[in-house]
């Protein structure tokens, strides 16, 4: 039976997100959700005009490719799908799992060979088509955020389907702000103390046009700029293992010191390659319905008072020229419930305990756009 909520979303995810264009080719790939989700996208793009295409995965047989792929197989993988992707226009991927482990027992280096060579897959999508990428909710997301089912789902789509249009308009002086601004210092829990010049370095808003949900704004440091130390109070996830309390020291730029509930796993992930121990992204999460973590990215990085600070890849939009297999998000949280913190702009407190300070700010406070 279709929710009629499904159809607010797609009509969110074709008409705002993508803005699909009459004749434009979209690709819903859909990870273990609804048949009835994928279908109303599927009605809404050609409503919008689209030429829709749907790729249907199921994690447990994802997990068995994943598991005893070839060389030989992926390369033949790769040459189908790029040639696919160069001909789409609007990419949608909308994710769903009842177990966010389920890779976690593919060999690291199973998954290193996977990564590097459909890599270019992945390139193609980001950086030559319009696209948006969300989870789907499952009973294993709504444990991992200490709520019922049916309550999650309630977030999830008040999350998904808020007021897209009027956070673009408040993020744009944060956007003029960070784009005039030197030096960044980040005090928050434990002895976290950390410094870095975002100097001429775009900075990007994320407000539905590439994740649901979404709310952050992401720019990249300079990469040998970064120094001091930063202990992340969030959960993560990385190639379906979990970890916790992880701590990065940095050295003019590059990570000399990690340590966490898994210190030789941490490493490992810093050692694929050289630009894994630099930063390629620093973004400010304010998305007004997240406020705590629940190990899936797509909505920790959004929580409203965090930040994440991730070692690895650049985005070519806001690039500090650092080129990695790896792209870590790992978010801290500043709200007083974590710990508190601030966050300076060339010596001015912009963000006090999770709130924007300045009144010029003051819209992207929780309270302005829920």
Same mark, same amino acid.
């Given at each position: 039976?279709?929710?009629?909520?499904?159809?607010?979303?797609?009509?969110?995810?074709?008409?705002?997100?993508?803005?699909?264009?009459?004749?434009?080719?979209?690709?819903?790939?859909?990870?273990?959700?609804?048949?009835?989700?994928?279908?109303?996208?599927?009605?809404?793009?050609?409503?919008?005009?689209?030429?829709?295409?749907?790729?249907?995965?199921?994690?447990?047989?994802?997990?068995?490719?994943?598991?005893?792929?070839?060389?030989?197989?992926?390369?033949?993988?790769?040459?189908? &799908? /790029?040639? *696919?992707?160069?001909?789409?226009?609007?990419? +949608?991927?909308?994710? =769903?799992?009842? %177990? @966010?482990?389920?890779?976690?027992?593919?060999?690291?280096?199973?998954?290193?060979?996977?990564?590097?060579?459909?890599?270019?897959?992945?390139?193609?999508?980001?950086?030559?088509?319009?696209?948006?990428?969300?989870?789907?909710?499952?009973?294993?997301?709504?444990?991992?955020?200490?709520?019922?089912?049916?309550?999650?789902?309630?977030?999830?789509?008040?999350?998904?389907?808020?007021?897209?249009?009027?956070?673009?308009?408040?993020?744009?002086?944060?956007?003029?702000?960070?784009?005039?601004?030197?030096?960044?210092?980040?005090?928050?829990?434990?002895?976290? &103390? /950390?410094? *870095?010049?975002?100097?001429?370095?775009?900075? +990007?808003?994320?407000? =539905?046009?590439? %994740? @649901?949900?979404?709310?952050?704004?992401?720019?990249?440091?300079?990469?040998?700029?970064?120094?001091?130390?930063?202990?992340?109070?969030?959960?993560?996830?990385?190639?379906?293992?979990?970890?916790?309390?992880?701590?990065?020291?940095?050295?003019?730029?590059?990570?000399?010191?990690?340590?966490?509930?898994?210190?030789?796993?941490?490493?490992?992930?810093?050692?694929?390659?050289?630009?894994?121990?630099?930063?390629?992204?620093?973004?400010?999460?304010?998305?007004?319905?997240?406020?705590?973590?629940?190990?899936?990215?797509?909505?920790?990085?959004?929580?409203?008072?965090?930040?994440?600070?991730?070692?690895?890849?650049?985005?070519?939009?806001?690039?500090?020229?650092?080129?990695?297999?790896?792209?870590?998000?790992?978010?801290?949280?500043?709200?007083?419930?974590?710990?508190?913190?601030?966050?300076?702009?060339?010596?001015?407190?912009?963000?006090?305990?999770?709130?924007?300070?300045?009144?010029?700010?003051?819209?992207?406070?929780?309270?302005?756009?829920?």
């Amino acid at each position: 039976m279709l929710d009629p909520r499904m159809k607010k979303l797609a009509d969110v995810l074709i008409g705002f997100s993508c803005r699909v264009q009459p004749g434009e080719k979209v690709l819903i790939d859909a990870f273990d959700i609804p048949a009835e989700m994928t279908a109303a996208m599927i009605e809404r793009c050609v409503q919008a005009g689209g030429i829709p295409f749907a790729n249907v995965h199921q994690a447990r047989v994802t997990r068995s490719l994943n598991m005893t792929a070839t060389e030989e197989q992926l390369k033949m993988l790769l040459e189908r &799908d /790029l040639a *696919f992707m160069k001909q789409i226009q609007c990419y +949608i991927g909308l994710r =769903g799992s009842n %177990n @966010i482990t389920e890779m976690s027992d593919v060999p690291s280096d199973k998954t290193q060979l996977i990564g590097s060579i459909m890599r270019p897959v992945l390139e193609q999508r980001v950086n030559h088509s319009k696209w948006v990428v969300l989870r789907w909710p499952t009973p294993a997301m709504a444990q991992l955020a200490g709520m019922s089912t049916e309550a999650f789902e309630d977030l999830y789509f008040d999350v998904c389907t808020l007021d897209y249009a009027k956070m673009a308009r408040e993020v744009i002086p944060l956007k003029e702000r960070m784009e005039r601004t030197d030096m960044v210092r980040i005090v928050g829990p434990g002895d976290t &103390d /950390l410094t *870095f010049s975002i100097k001429g370095i775009a900075a +990007i808003p994320c407000v =539905g046009e590439r %994740n @649901i949900p979404d709310g952050e704004i992401y720019t990249a440091p300079v990469r040998d700029s970064v120094n001091g130390v930063i202990l992340y109070n969030t959960g993560t996830i990385n190639d379906g293992k979990p970890y916790d309390n992880v701590r990065l020291v940095f050295r003019d730029g590059k990570v000399v010191e990690a340590t966490g509930s898994d210190t030789e796993g941490i490493n490992r992930v810093l050692d694929r390659d050289e630009g894994a121990r630099y930063v390629g992204e620093f973004a400010i999460g304010f998305n007004p319905f997240i406020k705590r973590a629940m190990r899936d990215i797509l909505f920790d990085e959004k929580i409203s008072g965090s930040i994440h600070f991730t070692p690895g890849r650049a985005y070519e939009d806001a690039d500090n020229g650092n080129r990695s297999q790896v792209h870590w998000d790992l978010v801290m949280i500043q709200t007083p419930e974590f710990g508190g913190g601030e966050m300076y702009f060339d010596d001015e407190l912009i963000r006090k305990d999770g709130r924007f300070v300045p009144e010029y700010l003051h819209g992207l406070n929780p309270e302005n756009l829920a």
